[in-house]
């Protein structure tokens, strides 16, 4: 099973462990032991020594690791003009533990300001560090579904109507912003970016669609609003421009938060999402079986997220090139790729395994794909 066609690349989905200086770092300034300056500092030097390894590591897309963030998604949209950072009282129950409480909540009219969001300057030093290598920059933001799940989660929904009389008002004010987002992103050199996107999570699981929130998240016909928002947001982009979209059910210190397949929104996601590629959650029982895949519309691409990023353990090689050949039977292989199925730290505690760990993991990935489409 050997195929020439190669167009994905050898790619991680985004977020590496945090070394322990830079948590230290981070810490200290919290603490007001550092100012801003210093702990920059901490951070190109941490970014610079990761990206040389992903480099060494053979990936084809890099990225900064997310060492900058403390969640994969929040510290985004605080970037945003319009968006505060509260503490809500209460984090996400995910299946072992509750996450911690900050949150994103309305304070005015969303707007992207490109002399104000970080996210900028941040992907301008990633491509700094790559130009002249092997090496493109990939940069990860959470999708803008997932932005509005955030706003409507229980007390915040209270501030929408302080600041807009319509939702059609707040979903044209999220596409715009994202979109304005997205081309200073491009003007900056991103050619890849991707939308992290757990908020259709929400319509997989049985245990949450039988409580309260769960059956009126599951009969507001929201699927379609996350729809509008998303392919909103990304209408009229350059065509050099690749959007990918990674779609899981949660990460947060090795724990999950949903569980089933991907078949109740396969004929909105996989169906009509303008994307180019999804990276799918396949890492465990949890995440159903293969044959919502036969709904990937057009000649859109999916990396299987096989190996997991939860712990340390090596998967058996031949039971995951089994499981890219069953998958085959849904979605043609020159369709497929492989992937670890999140990241190593989608917040900076970080998943309970080894720095050792998630590079073996990465080169256990490298060399499927070798073998399979090299």
Not at 165 to 175: K, P, R, V, Y
Not at 327 to 356: H, I, K, M, V
């Amino acid at each position: 099973m050997t195929i020439t066609k190669q167009k994905i690349g050898f790619q991680h989905v985004g977020s590496f462990l945090r070394p322990d200086v830079l948590k230290q770092a981070r810490k200290d300034f919290a603490d007001k032991k550092i100012d801003l300056a210093s702990l920059t500092t901490v951070e190109d030097e941490a970014i610079s020594d990761l990206v040389n390894k992903e480099i060494e590591a053979g990936l084809d897309y890099v990225t900064d690791g997310e060492f900058r963030r403390s969640y994969w998604h929040l510290d985004f949209f605080w970037g945003f003009e319009g968006i505060d950072h509260i503490h809500y009282g209460e984090g996400y129950e995910f299946a072992h533990e509750e996450t911690r409480d900050d949150t994103a909540i309305l304070s005015g009219k969303i707007k992207f300001n490109p002399e104000t969001h970080p996210f900028l300057q941040h992907f301008e030093y990633l491509k700094s560090l790559t130009d002249g290598t092997s090496a493109e920059a990939k940069q990860t933001i959470p999708a803008p579904a997932q932005l509005y799940i955030e706003l409507i989660r229980g007390t915040n929904a209270d501030k929408i109507r302080e600041f807009y009389d319509t939702d059609e008002e707040l979903f044209a004010d999220i596409e715009s912003a994202y979109h304005d987002a997205i081309l200073a992103l491009y003007n900056e050199g991103a050619r890849v970016i991707q939308l992290d996107d757990c908020s259709w999570g929400l319509f997989l699981d049985d245990k949450f669609l039988k409580t309260p929130d769960g059956k009126a998240y599951a009969e507001s016909g929201i699927q379609d609003i996350l729809l509008r928002l998303n392919n909103g947001a990304i209408k009229d982009l350059p065509k050099d421009l690749t959007i990918n979209t990674h779609v899981c059910r949660g990460n947060y210190h090795s724990d999950f938060a949903f569980t089933g397949g991907y078949g109740p929104v396969a004929d909105t996601l996989f169906a009509n999402e303008n994307v180019s590629t999804y990276f799918l959650e396949y890492d465990s029982s949890r995440a159903g079986n293969f044959e919502p895949l036969a709904k990937v519309s057009g000649d859109k691409n999916v990396v299987l997220g096989l190996i997991t990023s939860k712990d340390g353990k090596l998967e058996d090689r031949k039971v995951i090139i089994d499981r890219i050949k069953e998958a085959s039977q849904y979605l043609p292989l020159d369709r497929l790729w492989l992937s670890t199925q999140c990241g190593f730290a989608s917040t900076e505690e970080g998943n309970t395994l080894s720095e050792n760990q998630e590079w073996d993991k990465l080169k256990l990935v490298k060399s499927i794909i070798d073998e399979i489409w090299g």
